[in-house]
């Protein structure tokens, strides 16, 4: 009796050290299993932003924009042609209820630019224009301030080039996720107006 009972634990032990084995691999598995999920998720929102920001340049390049009042820091208004010719000139749009995580690591692209960006801020609120000015060591004289949207349907920030037509061409709008995006399209116009 005593053989069959030492037969009996040996094999009790074993199921239950082979439960213990199979309990942690299939723990080790799942926690795989939803790691993979969450970066094949990561992976969906970066494409279908991709294919947003895609979209919108090709639906906004051409667009005739109206010349709107831009406001210098000092609360100054003057046309939007005042400062166009007919060299292009390059914009970065944003407001001042975008992400401002985007939008100061847009703004570290642009300091590395040689020839300057124009910025318009889309606020009503010229103290916090400012204050955002002086935290991000931008310019005063590159920085406008406009209380309409330029484009009705975009509220994220964007860059745009134009002239005195007023004509919208090279739309971009930045995926925070994806930086070599921006910076791709950085050299692109470098290279496209720099001449």
Request: overall charge positive; charged content about 25%.
């Amino acid at each position: 009796m005593k053989r069959k009972e030492k037969t009996y634990i040996t094999t009790l032990v074993i199921l239950a050290l082979g439960l213990i084995i199979s309990i942690k691999s299939n723990w080790h598995f799942t926690k795989l299993l939803k790691e993979t999920k969450l970066k094949l998720s990561e992976r969906e929102i970066e494409l279908n932003s991709v294919l947003w920001a895609s979209g919108q340049c090709y639906l906004y390049n051409g667009c005739k924009i109206e010349d709107f009042k831009l406001i210098n820091t000092n609360g100054k208004g003057l046309p939007l042609s005042s400062i166009l010719d007919n060299n292009h000139k390059e914009f970065f749009k944003f407001s001042s209820s975008d992400c401002i995580e985007c939008v100061e690591a847009e703004l570290q692209l642009l300091k590395e630019r040689v020839n300057p960006i124009k910025i318009l801020v889309e606020t009503r609120d010229t103290r916090w224009l400012k204050a955002f000015i002086k935290s991000n060591h931008i310019a005063f004289n590159t920085v406008f301030r406009i209380e309409q949207p330029i484009l009705e349907d975009a509220e994220l920030p964007f860059y745009f080039v134009t002239n005195s037509e007023l004509y919208i061409r090279d739309v971009f709008f930045p995926i925070k996720e994806l930086p070599d995006f921006s910076i791709n399209y950085h050299k692109a116009m470098r290279n496209k107006y720099s001449k």
